[in-house]
């Protein structure tokens, strides 16, 4: 295996045993301008990535890693009720491996490769996971199936699982900046994309690969790097997550054994930022490298729809509330966002509970009905064609307004008697109190989990998570979510 080990030389400087990195005086740091250096650009993030430790990580980030574990947890035992799951996890327990690690939910063990595929679609299936808007894309989804099933075959603790997972989200959120959302709005989707890139880090953290070892997981993991915008709303969608996270890990596995790839996939001609982007920005992707932190900036779901539907929702609860809107008297109601949400969620006329999640238009008529947006029941083929629903639906016009953030709405209902009633919603802020989002995601996995493996056994996962770095393995945390 190609552990950390002695210094290695790139044109920037000295990346050292302990994969620190003395830089040059010419390539120290510098503000984002269009001459900004990208040399060893993909180097210089695997050594970060790979300098990580549990004691370096700022205590906020390692308590929003603690939460993104728990909330996959949830929506992934949840989510191995879908058909989606029962599928993949069928075709996976035929084609048989070595029991290595868990299938969430799934009652089996399968090989490392198998399980991070399984679990990462399942986790995604209902949509219903966390979010970072620098990715542009669902962080945990790519990297927790790969590193928790890594970490369960090799015997390793809580420690060196949330090490991993906050490397594996602050590399896909820095390729994510880098990418810019020219790259989303392509067509590409960034979970399936740019997450192959976190679940690659996050599996080279828990190897002990050096630097120039996690670059080569790097380059292994873009060269597979894929995901359609155009499936959203099908099975492909959460599927790509997974395939993102059995990539990624794939990766990282090769690369310890020596597999040979470029280690410059993300700068070079050819490679990943030059055919799928044309906003390419890698000083976002090197700002304030080492004392900056995404991870806290994830944003989690209490409403079991696409992330770009929530501010149109929370539009709509809000103006219900303030102004105890009827919806029989509604005339028409105009809804602005940005165009990028205009690509993402904005399914017109949805046939499948699925294409609900991705309907601005359909959740807002949920909302204002005085539907639960946040039971995953709510969205089936019967309920998005439910007569009340669908005609207030068509009542609905959604536009592009380029003065909106990337998770913001502007909402104007005009009613039947004349008046007009106006909102401008922003969701993009994280919850600054982490106590109290503790305790919404600890709630929200119990019910999640609770129907799936008992409310008891629920409740000692919470608590498991809860210690997570006493843990000396994740053993009993895998015997639980067994199912």
Same mark, same amino acid.
């Given at each position: 295996?190609?552990?950390?080990?002695?210094?290695?030389?790139?044109?920037?400087?000295?990346?050292?045993?302990?994969?620190?990195?003395?830089?040059?005086?010419?390539?120290?740091?510098?503000?984002?301008?269009?001459?900004?250096?990208?040399?060893?650009?993909?180097?210089?993030?695997?050594?970060?990535?790979?300098?990580?430790?549990?004691?370096?990580?700022?205590?906020?980030?390692?308590?929003?890693?603690?939460?993104?574990?728990?909330?996959?947890?949830?929506?992934?035992?949840?989510?191995?009720?879908?058909?989606? @799951?029962?599928?993949?996890? !069928? /075709?996976?327990?035929?084609? %048989? *491996?070595?029991?290595?690690? +868990?299938? $969430?939910?799934? #009652?089996?063990?399968?090989?490392?490769?198998?399980?991070?595929?399984?679990?990462?679609?399942?986790?995604?299936?209902?949509?219903?996971?966390?979010?970072?808007?620098?990715?542009?894309?669902?962080?945990?989804?790519?990297?927790?199936? @790969?590193?928790?099933?890594? !970490? /369960?075959?090799?015997?390793? %603790? *809580?420690?060196?699982?949330? +090490?991993? $997972?906050?490397? #594996?989200?602050?590399?896909?959120?820095?390729?994510?900046?880098?990418?810019?959302?020219?790259?989303?709005?392509?067509?590409?989707?960034?979970?399936?994309?740019?997450?192959?890139?976190?679940?690659?880090?996050?599996?080279?953290?828990?190897?002990?690969?050096?630097?120039?070892?996690?670059?080569?997981?790097? *380059?292994?993991?873009?060269?597979?790097?894929?995901?359609?915008?155009?499936?959203?709303?099908?099975?492909?969608?959460?599927?790509?997550?997974?395939?993102?996270?059995?990539?990624?890990?794939?990766?990282?596995?090769?690369?310890?054994?020596?597999?040979?790839?470029?280690?410059?996939?993300?700068?070079?001609?050819?490679?990943?930022?030059?055919?799928?982007?044309?906003?390419?920005?890698?000083?976002?992707?090197?700002?304030?490298?080492?004392?900056?932190?995404?991870?806290?900036?994830?944003?989690?779901?209490?409403?079991?729809?696409?992330?770009?539907?929530?501010?149109?929702?929370?539009?709509?609860?809000?103006?219900?509330?303030?102004?105890?809107?009827?919806?029989?008297?509604?005339?028409?109601?105009?809804?602005?966002?940005?165009?990028?949400?205009?690509?993402?969620?904005?399914?017109?006329?949805?046939?499948?509970?699925?294409?609900?999640?991705?309907?601005?238009?359909?959740?807002?008529?949920?909302?204002?009905?005085?539907?639960?947006?946040?039971?995953?029941?709510?969205?089936?083929?019967?309920?998005?064609?439910?007569?009340?629903?669908?005609?207030?639906?068509?009542?609905?016009?959604?536009?592009?307004?380029?003065?909106?953030?990337?998770?913001?709405?502007?909402?104007?209902?005009?009613?039947?008697?004349?008046?007009?009633?106006?909102?401008?919603?922003?969701?993009?802020?994280?919850?600054?109190?982490?106590?109290?989002?503790?305790?919404?995601?600890?709630?929200?996995?119990?019910?999640?989990?609770?129907?799936?493996?008992?409310?008891?056994?629920?409740?000692?996962?919470?608590?498991?998570?809860?210690?997570?770095?006493?843990?000396?393995?994740?053993?009993?945390?895998?015997?639980?979510?067994?199912?």
């Amino acid at each position: 295996m190609a552990k950390k080990s002695g210094h290695f030389q790139t044109s920037h400087g000295t990346i050292c045993a302990d994969n620190s990195i003395q830089l040059k005086e010419s390539v120290m740091p510098q503000a984002a301008t269009a001459a900004f250096d990208d040399t060893d650009l993909t180097l210089r993030l695997a050594a970060h990535g790979m300098g990580l430790t549990f004691e370096s990580l700022p205590r906020e980030t390692i308590e929003v890693a603690r939460h993104c574990l728990i909330d996959w947890l949830g929506v992934t035992l949840a989510g191995s009720r879908e058909p989606l @799951a029962e599928i993949m996890r !069928a /075709e996976a327990l035929e084609e %048989g *491996g070595a029991s290595q690690a +868990t299938i $969430l939910g799934g #009652g089996a063990m399968t090989s490392v490769i198998q399980a991070a595929l399984v679990n990462g679609a399942t986790g995604h299936a209902l949509d219903y996971d966390d979010v970072n808007l620098t990715m542009i894309g669902h962080p945990t989804a790519a990297v927790a199936p @790969a590193i928790l099933a890594l !970490a /369960e075959k090799n015997g390793l %603790g *809580g420690k060196a699982l949330l +090490t991993a $997972l906050v490397t #594996g989200i602050e590399t896909e959120c820095r390729v994510g900046a880098m990418m810019n959302e020219a790259h989303y709005n392509a067509g590409w989707h960034a979970t399936g994309t740019v997450g192959s890139f976190g679940a690659a880090a996050g599996a080279a953290s828990l190897l002990g690969l050096d630097a120039e070892a996690c670059a080569r997981a790097l *380059g292994i993991a873009g060269t597979q790097a894929a995901g359609l915008k155009a499936m959203f709303g099908t099975m492909c969608k959460p599927f790509h997550a997974g395939k993102a996270a059995s990539n990624g890990l794939y990766a990282a596995m090769l690369s310890s054994r020596g597999f040979e790839s470029r280690t410059d996939v993300l700068e070079c001609e050819q490679g990943f930022a030059d055919t799928q982007t044309t906003d390419y920005d890698p000083a976002a992707a090197m700002d304030q490298l080492g004392t900056k932190f995404h991870t806290p900036n994830v944003l989690f779901k209490y409403h079991a729809a696409c992330y770009g539907t929530h501010a149109v929702i929370e539009a709509a609860a809000s103006l219900k509330r303030a102004h105890n809107i009827d919806p029989a008297n509604v005339e028409k109601i105009e809804i602005g966002v940005r165009d990028t949400l205009l690509k993402m969620c904005n399914i017109q006329e949805p046939v499948t509970g699925l294409e609900g999640k991705f309907s601005m238009r359909f959740t807002a008529a949920m909302a204002l009905l005085g539907e639960n947006t946040g039971l995953i029941a709510n969205y089936n083929e019967i309920k998005v064609q439910e007569a009340e629903i669908v005609n207030l639906r068509d009542r609905i016009k959604v536009v592009n307004n380029k003065d909106m953030g990337k998770a913001e709405a502007a909402m104007s209902i005009s009613m039947k008697d004349g008046s007009v009633h106006q909102i401008r919603t922003d969701v993009e802020t994280p919850d600054s109190d982490l106590d109290r989002q503790w305790s919404r995601l600890s709630a929200k996995f119990l019910d999640m989990a609770g129907p799936v493996i008992g409310d008891a056994k629920a409740a000692r996962v919470v608590e498991l998570v809860a210690g997570l770095e006493n843990a000396a393995d994740l053993n009993e945390v895998t015997a639980l979510c067994k199912g």
